[in-house]
């Protein structure tokens, strides 16, 4: 059962990019369990607008789990302490009487801070600009099985397609990569044979603007399939890996 909970909120406050940044504290008194973790910064925004101070900035949009907008680093978890959720999916369940709850934005030399916990994950956009696409002629729609795909072989590309680009991957990894997102983008496309005529050429055009946009290296800790709420393995890291190295020794 549901119950009111008093609470602290320890939130990052930052002005913009260039900025020294700092934590504020703040109490919440009776918030619902059965409130969501956006429901309970839209209450603390609440609060500090009729304190008449500036409420604080966080991204947010769809509140469902699939646009991937929500991205907190709560009590050092990407995402906070559930397991396979985005922040919008977190409830206040998770947390007691009395906990002090630490708020900060993804820290990555790729994500450079907008404001407060708001950052710019543009970086991302322009990796999936460099080559997560096909390219084909537009006209009729095929038959669903023109193509014959191995179930395998469709349910891996699902499975990685199931991406959604948040950026916990990033935020959970020591080395800032941004490897788990890349694989998973060039595994939805290489799987399928729509993907496949241009499989080399993507690997690499996606690899090395990652590498342009500052985002380290993977060295396989893991961290990043643990935090991704959609579950994304790191055996599509080893498919990235395959691809780029084929791409490259065929130059």
Sequence with gaps: M???INIKVKVWR??????????????LKNISQGNSFLEMMDILNEQLINEGKEPVVFDHDCREGICGMCSLYINGYAHGPDE????CQLHMRKFNEGDTITIEPWRSAGFPIIKDLMVDRTAFDKIIQSGGYVSVNTGGTPDANSLPI???NA???????????CGACVAACKNGSAM????AKV????LLPQGRAEAMRRAKSMVARMDELGFGNCTNTGACEVE????????????????????KFRD
Excluded at 14 to 27: A, I, V
Excluded at 180 to 183: P, R, S
Excluded at 228 to 244: D, G, M, Q, V
């Design 2 to 4: 549901d119950i009111d």
């Design 14 to 27: 930052q002005k913009g990019p260039k900025d020294k940044g700092f934590f504020e504290t703040h109490e």
């Design 84 to 87: 396979d959720i985005p922040t």
């Design 150 to 152: 191995p179930r395998h």
């Design 155 to 165: 349910e891996a590309a699902m499975d990685a397609a199931a991406c959604i680009g």
């Design 180 to 183: 788990l997102f890349v694989a």
């Design 187 to 190: 595994t939805q496309l290489a």
């Design 228 to 247: 991704c709420p959609k579950n994304i393995s790191i055996t599509n890291i080893a498919r990235l890996n395959y691809e780029f190295l084929n791409a």
